[in-house]
């Protein structure tokens, strides 16, 4: 399974890491055969996409509104995926998901195949 964690309460400027680690059956769903995204879902609001990697970590996509502000990354050999976010904004408060996928889907990568649990990041103004 995908199991994001890390989330937490930050004041807005400030930064936070969330992690996704994959683990049991689909542990090979963090591996070079894998694209890896972050989602997010605000309450009220549709899910949306926030950042993606390609399975060797060499191509990185962005939503406009994260661009510069948060950084996706992978470290395949842990079977983890991060999301250092910096700068938050009030409006980055959400539940915070990753996903994967053998496919390569942009710009907003939906019908992403596997799913994990997220993680609540509450950004305070």
């Known amino acids: 399974q995908l199991q994001a964690s890390g989330g937490g309460l930050v004041q807005a400027g400030g930064s936070l890491r969330v992690a996704c680690a994959a683990s049991g059956r689909t542990s090979s769903l963090n591996s070079y055969a894998y694209n890896m995204a972050w989602f997010r879902q605000a309450p009220g609001k549709e899910r949306e996409f926030v950042a993606a990697i390609t399975g060797s970590g060499i191509s990185t996509y962005y939503t406009d509104s994260v661009k510069g502000r948060f950084t996706i990354s992978r470290d395949n050999a842990k079977n983890m995926v991060y999301l250092q976010m910096n700068s938050l904004k009030p409006e980055d408060t959400a539940v915070y998901y990753c996903?994967?996928?053998?496919?390569?889907?942009?710009?907003?990568?939906?019908?992403?195949?596997?799913w994990g649990k997220g993680t609540q990041v509450t950004v305070s103004s």
């Open positions: 996903a994967a996928d053998r496919r390569w889907l942009p710009p907003a990568f939906v019908s992403m195949a596997y």
